[in-house]
């Protein structure tokens, strides 16, 4: 599989962590942790993938993303 750059952030309104993939339209997964989110994300990437391959949908080359750091 790829390896597209994901965003992981807290977001307070639901109390959870937020894997999300830029890249990919739409695809992101939330965990009480940040390991359950990255988990999650990486069965959510596979499935968005799987999906646009069997529709026959542009599958997006991954982008280059910095290592940024929020506090």
Request: hydrophobic fraction near 45%.
């Amino acid at each position: 599989m790829p390896r597209y750059p994901i965003e992981l952030f807290w977001y307070e309104p639901d109390a959870s962590w937020v894997a999300n993939v830029p890249d990919l339209k739409s695809c992101s997964a939330f965990g009480d942790t940040p390991e359950e989110a990255l988990a999650e994300v990486q069965i959510a990437m596979r499935g968005w993938l799987e999906v646009a391959a069997e529709r026959g949908l542009p599958i997006p080359p991954p982008s280059e993303m910095p290592h940024r750091f929020a506090a």
